[in-house]
Antibody
Framework: EVQLVQSGAEVKKPGESLRISCKGS????????ISWVRQMPGKGLEWMGR????????NYSPSFQGHVTISADKSISTAYLQWSSLKASDTAMYYC????????????WGQGTLVTVSS | DIQMTQSPSTLSASVGDRVTITCRAS??????LAWYQQKPGKAPKLLIY???SLESGVPSRFSGSGSGTEFTLTISSLQPDDFATYYC????????FGPGTKVDIK
């Protein structure tokens, strides 16, 4: 069974750093891109960027380029989303999702990680 | 960037109604479009990919059509489980989601 399991909820202060994770199982982790998607409270879905776990090649949405870092460790089938200095506006639910490949779409999603940034 | 719009933003309907949601892209995306359903507190669920291909396990009352810049998601007979928010997504050039359409009870 394909699963993406994300790390737990985080409460951080502005200026702190954070890395959240997304562990894939039940499939060949290096065969499918992973994307990260933000959903601010009560708002829609925003694509942040993606990574090819086979070689860690990344693409970012212009809206998020320079604000977050996406990485992966294929030895443990885990993708990461990282901030070096959080802002209150980073408060959101963050989802990882697997690209189905070929015809596209995100066929499997993590359960989400809620990040709260508050002083 | 490719921008996506959806209409309507909210749709009130009754069980058994035929429901259509429209998604438009700011430039041609061929058929590289997906539709998702999201319920409160849950991750999105893939319904349709490549504009009209039904994801495995998704009821056949869901269908998608269109190409280029205009796309539709149709629910042929709305069921109680279908009240949710629906998003379109382009993946012709990286990815962009539409703003969503909330389907609620009339």
């Amino acid at each position: 069974e394909v699963q993406l399991v994300q790390s737990g909820a985080e409460v951080k202060k502005p200026g702190e750093s954070l890395r959240i994770s997304c562990k894939g199982s039940g499939y060949s982790f290096t065969s499918y891109w992973i994307s990260w998607v933000r959903q601010m409270p009560g708002k829609g879905l925003e694509w942040m960027g993606r990574i090819d776990p086979s070689d860690s090649y990344t693409n970012y949405s212009p809206s998020f380029q320079g604000h977050v870092t996406i990485s992966a460790d294929k030895s443990i089938s885990t993708a990461y989303l990282q901030w070096s200095s959080l802002k209150a506006s980073d408060t959101a639910m963050y989802y990882c999702a697997r690209h189905m490949g070929g015809p596209g779409g995100f066929d499997y999603w993590g359960q989400g990680t809620l990040v709260t940034v508050s002083s | 960037d490719i921008q996506m719009t959806q209409s309507p933003s909210t749709l009130s309907a009754s069980v058994g109604d035929r429901v259509t949601i429209t998604c438009r892209a700011s430039q041609s995306i061929s058929s590289w479009l997906a539709w998702y359903q999201q319920k409160p507190g849950k991750a999105p669920k893939l319904l349709i990919y490549k504009a009209s291909s039904l994801e495995s396990g998704v009821p056949s009352r869901f269908s998608g059509s269109g190409s280029g810049t205009e796309f539709t998601l149709t629910i042929s007979s709305l069921q109680p489980d279908d009240f949710a928010t629906y998003y379109c997504q382009q993946y012709n050039s990286y990815s962009t989601f539409g703003p969503g359409t909330k389907v609620d009870i009339k």
